[in-house]
């Protein structure tokens, strides 16, 4: 029996109607991650250079478009933070980058600035346990589901509640980070 693929996977046309659907939401969840706008940019790029890459793996039997590429975003979030912790010199990371212009700069600066609030709750949340974070990030700021937060991280949606829950105990004191949990 074969496994139906994602149309995204084989048509640029619906590869394209995927990004121009997905391309704010991808770039809001960077831009409350990371505060430089060339690197949020960057980013940005490596995700749907990563999808394109991957698409054919995408089986929408196993859980929506969304959670797969949340979980896209995070495994190359993490693995930039990987790559730019082994890295030394701050000129070797820049001069591999295509240089923004002033118009882009201007709008990731924006996009950065009004994720500050955002930015404020991880501060708030950095001491939970890594799991409980990370599904909280996902459903309180990028505005996932339980279920779709559970695929992105990989873990059943039992489990993203059980987490979730714990989270919420421990940050029942932060009214910023307990607004959007109740999805």
Do not use: C
Not at 124 to 146: C, K, N, S
């Amino acid at each position: 029996m074969r496994r139906k693929q994602a149309e995204f996977a084989t048509d640029p046309v619906a590869f394209e109607a995927f990004y121009l659907r997905h391309v704010e939401g991808i770039t809001r969840f960077l831009a409350r991650r990371v505060d430089a706008p060339q690197m949020v940019a960057d980013l940005v790029a490596d995700v749907f250079l990563a999808v394109m890459e991957s698409a054919h793996t995408y089986r929408q039997g196993r859980g929506s478009e969304v959670a797969w590429l949340y979980g896209v975003a995070r495994n190359t979030l993490s693995a930039e933070r990987r790559r730019s912790l082994r890295e030394s010199q701050l000129t070797d990371r820049v001069s591999r980058r295509r240089p923004l212009d002033n118009d882009d700069i201007a709008r990731l600066e924006e996009r950065i600035d009004a994720e500050g609030p955002a930015r404020r709750a991880f501060e708030a949340m950095a001491d939970l346990p890594e799991g409980e974070r990370a599904v909280l990030e996902l459903i309180v700021l990028d505005q996932l589901t339980v279920t779709e937060a559970a695929g992105a991280l990989g873990i059943r949606s039992g489990t993203a509640m059980v987490r979730l829950h714990r989270a919420r105990r421990t940050l029942k004191e932060l009214p910023f980070v307990m607004e959007g949990i109740g999805r």
